[in-house]
């Protein structure tokens, strides 16, 4: 088909432009803008909590090839707020939940009701208790003594019989070596006398399977038969069986033991440098047969390496996906020791993820799209988060010491290169993956007991709440030496942003368009990433302006909101900080005169921007509508 000559239908188009431009500016609706909350709500989806994943914020930043934000959007499914707990006057190694029952073990002599301080309304314990999980209340009808400490716990597969593992040789002036069992069936807890296996020396964890209990520790004999820190009993009897290997190395220990869901395979963690005479796999954890014993193949111990005298793989757990392990160092040589942080891997061995954050980690507790951990993490810079920052504390002023995080249980972040420091590994050479950084930050204060000046060494999550134990003396600025608890957040308080209303700077000052921009430092939450702030005019209750902002605490940024109909005359402004809870910081700017000059020529000046942008839309339009008909006219 030919195309016909446009040019009389462009005169006609020039002749009704006016009336088409007036019909234009009448009829058209303005289109609906999304607010950032809208737009952020639609990139992220429904989210509620550990049912669903989170990974969509660093996908969306490698596909625009800018850094991930280094924390994750998502809300975190617990409180940072810490509920009232019994306390005890030293440390505890480790807890275990049975229902509504929280056993603790330590090595400790009293426990106190919670926001008692040290050598007040003391009761005895001797290195075990027992408190009731929804109230924190110490229960008072189990008291067993241990004359050592306690290191460990485990139950039965049918919840009758609780085990005791540590440092002990009596419980309640009975003869136990090191591991103890009690009948929970009819209350709390009763010493079964008749369950007597003797190791030579100290039993740091144990795990059930069936009726075959696991035992990992120090020891070198046990019923008076070799075992190299490695033993199997019947648990029923307390009988050994033959399932025999062996962690050697210098101070060989092993920390940690669990047993796959299937019961086929034992995930072990140490200091030990081999195992069953292998060290790759068998340097400072090992896969093995719960069946023989035999090292099983396990390509993590080819990337994770960390063992010695001064560095090991402190904590494993377990679940259907595979297992997680956390590692401290206090060596400096990668020939030794390569990391700080924790990791997950899958029941074949192969590595599934590494948080490399520097600084020991001890405990780790992992849900379906969570994993809790407890250390001392002092720089995330290489998955984008914290880097190596002081803090002042009541002690003084040293690095940030971060006690408790929060990760996705996901590999979504490619570890990248942050130079190589002095005794870190540099994970950005080999393409490995981590999770993110959830905005979780509980705030613990170091105790002294151990002389090493730690917090919490073990963390476990229930439905309800998320538990740690240590040698902490305070949480959140209160008294709660040892034990603590942490609510889901459905309901509960959580924590108000952090600082003050002088730390926000808010600053107010007439643009030149006569409007009021008020500009501030944004501050940051410890279980809350996302914080709202409403700028108020006078002593008016609806915002002028508001906006949601995530800044994190290692990148908190310069912000402004802008009070665009300000009528002339004197006015001061608030600016109000809130949190999802209704939690505030307020900050009051100093007073600010809006002249009638400046008034009147921000309102000329926007005028005249509106009716600029409205003729160039308008000539857009003609333009648009001249193609649409050339276009109309071709073949």
Same mark, same amino acid.
């Given at each position: 088909m030919r195309r016909l000559s446009t040019i009389p239908r462009l005169a006609i188009i020039v002749s009704l432009l006016p009336l088409l431009l007036a019909s234009m500016v009448v009829l058209t609706p303005a289109a609906p803008v999304a607010s950032a909350q809208e737009t952020e709500a639609d990139a992220d989806g429904d989210d509620p909590g550990d049912g669903s994943g989170d990974v969509g914020d660093?996908?969306?930043?490698?596909?625009?090839?800018?850094?991930?934000?280094?924390?994750?959007?998502?809300?975190?499914?617990?409180?940072?707020?810490?509920?009232?707990?019994?306390?005890?006057?030293?440390v505890a190694w480790g807890q275990?939940?049975?229902?509504?029952?929280?056993?603790?073990?330590?090595?400790?002599?009293? @426990?106190?009701?919670?926001?008692?301080?040290?050598?007040?309304?003391?009761?005895p314990r001797s290195n075990i208790l027992a408190y009731d999980l929804n109230t924190g209340k110490l229960i008072e009808d189990f008291a067993?003594?241990?004359?050592?400490?306690?290191?460990?716990?485990?139950?039965?597969?049918d919840g009758k019989t609780l085990y005791v593992a540590g440092e002990?040789?009596?419980?309640?002036?009975?003869?136990?070596?090191?591991?103890?069992?009690?009948?929970?069936?009819?209350?709390?807890?009763?010493?079964?006398?008749?369950?007597?296996?003797?190791?030579?020396?100290?039993?740091?964890?144990i795990a059930v399977a069936g009726d075959t209990l696991y035992v990992g520790g120090?020891?070198?004999?046990?019923?008076?038969?070799?075992?190299?820190?490695? @033993?199997?009993?019947? @648990?029923?009897?307390?009988?050994?069986?033959d399932w025999t290997a062996s962690a050697e190395g210098p101070n060989a220990q092993v920390y940690a033991i669990e047993v796959s869901p299937d019961h086929s395979k034992v995930v072990i963690g140490g200091s030990f440098s081999t195992v069953n005479g292998s060290s790759k796999p068998g340097y400072g954890m090992a896969l093995l047969s719960a069946s023989t014993g035999e090292v099983l193949p396990m390509p993590v111990n080819d990337t994770v390496r960390t063992a010695g005298e001064k560095a090991a793989i402190f904590d494993i757990a377990v679940d259907e996906d595979g297992f997680y392990g956390t590692a401290y160092s206090a060596v400096g040589r990668l020939d030794e020791a390569n990391l700080e942080g924790s990791f997950k891997a899958d029941w074949n061995g192969n590595l599934v993820w590494l948080e490399p954050c520097h600084g020991d980690t001890y405990g780790i507790a992992p849900t379906k799209d969570t994993v809790y951990t407890v250390g001392h993490a002092h720089s995330c810079e290489t998955i984008y988060g914290f880097p190596n920052m002081p803090e002042v504390r009541k002690d003084g002023q040293h690095p940030l010491y971060v006690r408790a995080m929060a990760f996705t249980n996901?590999?979504?972040?490619?570890?990248?290169?942050?130079?190589?420091?002095?005794?870190?590994?540099?994970?950005?050479?080999?393409?490995?993956?981590?999770?993110?950084?959830?905005?979780?930050?509980?705030?613990?204060?170091?105790?002294?007991?151990?002389?090493?000046?730690?917090?919490?060494?073990?963390?476990?999550?229930?439905?309800?709440?998320?538990?740690?134990?240590?040698?902490?003396?305070?949480?959140?600025?209160?008294?709660?030496?040892?034990?603590?608890?942490?609510?889901?957040?459905?309901?509960?308080?959580?924590?108000?942003?952090?600082g003050k209303a002088e730390t926000l700077g808010a600053k107010a000052e007439v643009t030149t368009s006569g409007s009021v921009k008020v500009s501030f430092t944004a501050t940051w939450d410890r279980d809350d990433p996302t914080l709202t702030y409403s700028l108020y005019r006078d002593n008016e209750t609806t915002p002028v302006a508001t906006e949601k902002i995530s800044d994190t605490r290692w990148a908190l940024?310069?912000?402004?909101?802008?009070?665009?109909?300000?009528?002339?005359?004197?006015?001061?402004?608030?600016?109000?900080v809130s949190d999802p809870s209704g939690n505030t910081i307020t900050a009051q700017t100093s007073s600010i005169t809006v002249s009638k000059d400046a008034k009147n020529a921000g309102n000329a000046k926007n005028a005249d921007k509106k009716a600029g942008k409205d003729g160039d839309k308008q000539a857009d339009d003609v333009e648009r509508a001249d193609d649409s008909e050339a276009d109309g006219e071709g073949d």
């Open positions: 660093n996908e969306a930043a490698a596909a625009a090839g800018t850094d991930p934000s280094g924390q994750s959007s998502r809300e975190p499914t617990y409180t940072a707020a810490p509920l009232p707990t019994v306390q005890i006057d030293g275990l939940v049975v229902g509504d029952v929280v056993y603790v073990v330590g090595n400790f002599n009293n @426990a106190r009701p919670a926001g008692a301080r040290a050598g007040q309304q003391e009761v067993p003594t241990l004359n050592g400490a306690g290191r460990s716990l485990a139950l039965s597969e002990f040789d009596r419980v309640n002036d009975e003869w136990h070596s090191r591991l103890a069992a009690f009948d929970i069936s009819q209350g709390h807890g009763t010493l079964i006398s008749s369950f007597q296996p003797v190791f030579s020396t100290t039993v740091k964890d120090y020891f070198t004999k046990v019923n008076n038969q070799q075992r190299t820190r490695l @033993a199997a009993l019947k @648990a029923s009897t307390g009988e050994l069986l996901s590999p979504d972040i490619t570890i990248r290169h942050q130079g190589v420091v002095d005794g870190y590994q540099d994970w950005s050479t080999s393409g490995l993956k981590s999770p993110t950084i959830i905005g979780w930050y509980p705030d613990l204060e170091a105790g002294k007991v151990t002389k090493m000046s730690q917090a919490a060494y073990k963390v476990d999550v229930t439905d309800k709440y998320v538990l740690m134990v240590g040698e902490f003396i305070e949480a959140d600025g209160k008294v709660q030496q040892g034990i603590v608890r942490y609510p889901r957040r459905a309901g509960q308080p959580t924590l108000p942003p952090e940024t310069s912000h402004t909101l802008e009070d665009t109909g300000c009528p002339a005359g004197e006015h001061t402004y608030r600016l109000v």
